[in-house]
């Protein structure tokens, strides 16, 4: 998709219209048309990069100071028991704008948002192998 064809860059233009809650220089903040919790917020960057593989980092440090920042405002509106910020890269990650955003998700006990998982205690031997991997590819 190109930014042309970007749903979330004609959000930024004003091209689209959106429930806006906030916006800077280079991030803004609006309701999720799509909304799993009451108060489902989106945090997008305004430069088109369509993953936090891609974003260059000032951008992706200005929407992580709005996901505090809304956050903080979501927990005062609403007192949820927790929120949950999530972010997906992908679409093995179920990522369906390709414009990098985070979710800010005011949640409750009994939500059943199909998204905990049980605390298992993982195979020490493959959890060293992944990480070895994964250094590997640090120092390379
Ligand atoms: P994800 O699946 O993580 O890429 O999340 C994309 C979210 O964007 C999804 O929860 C629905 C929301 N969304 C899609 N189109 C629009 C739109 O035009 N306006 C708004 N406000 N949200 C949208």
Redesign the pocket.
């Known amino acids: 998709m190109s930014e042309h064809d970007c ?1 979330f860059c004609r ?1 930024v233009a004003g091209r ?1 219209p ?2 806006s809650l906030y916006e800077d220089a280079h991030s803004k903040a ?5 909304p799993v919790a009451r108060g489902h917020t ?1 945090v997008i960057s305004k430069l088109h990069a369509e993953t936090m593989l891609d974003i260059p980092l000032p951008a992706l440090e200005a929407v992580v100071a709005t996901v505090q920042r809304i956050a903080r405002a979501i927990d005062a509106a609403f007192h949820p028991d927790g929120i949950t910020i999530v972010q ?1 890269n992908g679409p093995g990650a ?4 390709p414009h990098f ?1 985070m ?1 800010i998700l005011p949640r409750n006990f009994y939500d059943d948002l199909p998204m905990n998982w049980r605390l298992t205690p993982g195979d020490r031997r493959v959890i060293e192998e992944a990480a070895q991997s994964i250094r590997a590819a640090l120092e390379g």
């Open positions: 749903i959000i689209l959106s429930v609006f309701m999720d048309i799509n989106l997906s179920a990522q369906s704008i955003h979710h």
